[in-house]
C-alpha cells in the first residue's frame, strides 16, 4: 500500500472489533469503565484545582505569590502562555506494553489518568526493530516506504550498506516529523532520535537541538536539556521535541523481559517522566505542552536453545552465508543472480514442512510478494526477495556453535504478537483526560502530531481520520 492511501491498519479480527467499540471510552456503556472514569475524575478534578490554583496565582496581575515570584524568575516572564503549540515526544526503547505494571509507576499513571492511552498498548511495524520503528512514528511511513527497512542492510541498486551510524540522507525516505516542522518556519528539537542527524530538506539539523548521539549522556541530563528549552526567547522555543533514551532496551537485551534489572530501569524511565512532569509545572507549563511517552517496541525471552540453523537445510538446498543479508528475527535471504528465489523458498519450505528440522514449525519463508500484506513488508527493493518470520522467542543462525546457550531478550519479530507491543500515552491539550483509546498501529502518530502542533504534513501511511479517535474533537 503506497503512501496517502486509506489503509486498515491492524488485522481483519481486530479492525472489527475496534469498529464495533466507540474509539472513546463513553461513561455508561461499560459499568466498570463508567466507575473508572468517577475515580480517575476524582484525580482529574483535584489535579484541575492544584492546577487552577497554580495559574491563578502566576496570571494575576495583583497577587504576588510564591509561585509567581518562582516563575518570574525562572522563566523571565509572568505567564504561561507560549505563542503556539508544542509536543514533546519521549521515546523508551524497548518498553513492552504492560512494563508499567511491574513496579510503581507513578508518572505514567498520571499521564494516563490526566491523558489517553491505548488500551492494549501502541502496535510496533513490522520488523519490530528500532531504527524502523522509530522512523515510522516520525514520518507516519511503513518501513518499505521511508526506507529503513531493517537496523542494518544493503540497497541493492547501490550495494551501499545502511548501518546505525549512517546519516547519509540518501537512506532516509519521507518527511520527519522535525522536517515538517522546519518547512513551516518553526524551530524543532531532536535528542538522538533515529534520523535526527541526517540533513534532508529544510531540516539542518542545529548543533543545540539537535546533538550528536552520545550513549554516555545521563538520561536526566537529556530531560534538563529538553526542559532548559523552555526557558528561550517565546519564538526560539522548538515546537516539537523528540527525545530518545535506551532504557529499558539495552537491559532487556541482556536478561529478558523478566528480570528484575527490568523492574529497576522501567522505575528509572518513570521517575524521568516525573523529572520532566515536575520541571514543566515548575514552569506553568504542564497543561500548555503535549507531553507524548511512547515505545518503538516490545521483548521478549529467548531461552530454551529455541534455534533454527541455516545448515540443517543442507539436504534440500545449500544456503550460503553470502546469500543472508540478516539472520534473525527477520531471515532475509537475497540469491545471487541466476538463483531462482521462488524455487530456494519452495525447497526451503519442504524442509521445513518435512519434520526432520529443528524448531522448523517455528519459522515460515515467503517471497516478500507473498507475505501477509498487514506486514506492509514488501514494496522495497531493499528488502530481500526472501523474508522469513521467525516465531517469537526463536533465533536463526546459520550453524551451531559448540557450547552457545543463548538466554536473553529480542525483538524483531511478527508485529502481531503481543510480546512486541509498547506503551502510548499523550497528555495535553487536544487529548482527552482518563481517555482510553484501542491500540493503533505507530504509523498514526505523524498525523496526530501534525494535528496537535496545526501544520499540514507530508503524505503517509496513516488512516484517514484517526485522528478524530485519538484526539479531542472540538
Ligand atoms: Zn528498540
Known amino acids: 500500500m503506497a503512501p496517502n492511501q486509506t489503509t486498515s491498519l491492524l488485522s481483519d479480527d481486530e479492525s472489527n472489533h475496534d469498529t464495533r467499540r466507540n474509539a ?5 456503556t461499560n459499568p466498570f469503565i463508567f466507575t473508572a472514569l468517577i475515580a480517575l475524575s476524582c484525580v ?25 515570584l518562582s516563575s ?37 499513571d498520571r499521564l494516563m489518568a490526566e491523558g489517553t492511552s491505548a488500551d492494549r498498548g501502541l502496535i510496533p511495524v513490522y520488523p519490530t526493530l528500532t531504527f524502523p520503528n522509530h522512523y515510522s512514528i516520525v514520518t507516519g511511513l511503513y518501513p518499505a516506504y521511508h526506507g529503513i527497512i ?7 541498486a ?94 532487556g537485551h541482556q536478561v529478558g523481559p523478566d528480570d528484575p534489572q527490568i523492574t529497576a530501569a522501567v522505575g528509572r ?14 514552569r506553568a507549563l ?18 530454551d536453545k529455541k534455534y533454527i540453523y541455516i545448515e ?46 529443528n524448531n522448523g514449525g517455528s519459522l515460515k519463508v515467503y517471497l516478500k510478494e507473498n507475505l501477509p500484506a498487514r506486514l506492509h513488508y514488501s514494496d522495497s527493493d531493499r528488502i530481500t526477495p526472501i523474508i522469513g518470520i521467525v516465531a517469537e522467542g526463536y533465533t536463526v543462525e546459520q550453524r551451531r556453535v559448540a557450547g552457545e546457550e543463548m538466554c536473553w531478550g529480542s525483538h524483531g519479530y511478527d508485529n502481531a504478537a503481543f510480546s512486541m507491543r509498547t506503551i502510548f500515552v499523550g497528555r495535553g491539550p487536544k487529548f482527552g483526560k482518563g481517555v482510553v483509546v484501542p491500540s493503533f498501529e505507530n504509523v498514526e502518530l505523524y498525523n496526530a502530531v501534525t494535528s496537535i502542533l496545526g501544520i499540514s504534513g507530508a503524505p503517509n501511511n496513516g488512516t484517514s481520520g484517526f485522528v478524530n479517535t485519538v484526539l479531542r474533537r472540538r
Not at 472513546?24 to 455508561?28: A, F, Q, S, V, W
Not at 490554583?53 to 510564591?66: D, M, V
Not at 531493517?150 to 541493492?156: E, I, K
Not at 524511565?269 to 515548575?282: A, K, M, P, W
Open 24 to 28: 472513546r471510552t463513553h461513561p455508561g
Open 44 to 68: 482529574g478534578l483535584s489535579a484541575a484545582s492544584a492546577f487552577g490554583f497554580l495559574y491563578f496565582s502566576t496570571s494575576s496581575s495583583t497577587t504576588h505569590s510564591a509561585q509567581k
Open 72 to 108: 518570574i524568575e525562572r522563566t523571565g516572564r509572568p505567564s504561561s502562555k507560549l505563542p503556539r503549540p508544542v509536543v514533546i515526544m519521549i521515546s523508551a526503547d524497548g518498553f513492552r506494553f504492560g512494563y508499567q505494571f511491574k513496579t510503581a509507576t507513578p508518572s505514567i
Open 150 to 156: 531493517n537496523n542494518y542492510f544493503v540497497d541493492p
Open 158 to 251: 547501490t550495494g551501499d550498506e545502511f548501518t546505525l551510524a549512517s546519516h547519509d540522507p540518501k537512506f532516509w525516505l519521507g518527511e520527519p516529523l522535525w522536517e515538517t516542522v522546519a518547512n513551516h518556519g518553526l524551530p524543532a528539537a531532536a535528542y538522538y532520535w533515529a534520523g535526527a542527524e541526517v540533513v534532508k530538506g529544510s531540516w539542518t539539523c542545529p548543533p543545540q537541538f539537535c546533538p550528536k548521539y552520545n550513549s554516555s549522556v545521563p538520561l536526566e541530563e537529556r530531560i534538563d536539556t529538553l526542559l532548559s528549552n523552555f526557558d528561550l526567547p517565546l519564538e526560539e522555543i522548538p515546537v516539537l521535541m523528540n527525545l530518545y533514551i535506551e532504557s529499558p532496551d539495552a537491559q
Open 269 to 282: 524511565v518513570d521517575s524521568l517522566l516525573g523529572r520532566l512532569i515536575t520541571g514543566l509545572e515548575q
Open 286 to 303: 504542564l497543561d500548555e505542552v503535549t507531553v507524548i511517552f511512547v515505545g518503538d517496541h516490545g521483548m521478549v525471552g529467548t531461552c
Open 312 to 357: 540443517d537445510f543442507a539436504e534440500w538446498i545449500d544456503i550460503p552465508e553470502e546469500w543472508i543479508m540478516y539472520h534473525t528475527p527477520v531471515l532475509s535471504i537475497r540469491p545471487p543472480a541466476g538463483v531462482d528465489a521462488a524455487e530456494v523458498v519452495s525447497k526451503m519450505t519442504e524442509a521445513l514442512e518435512s519434520g526432520k528440522l
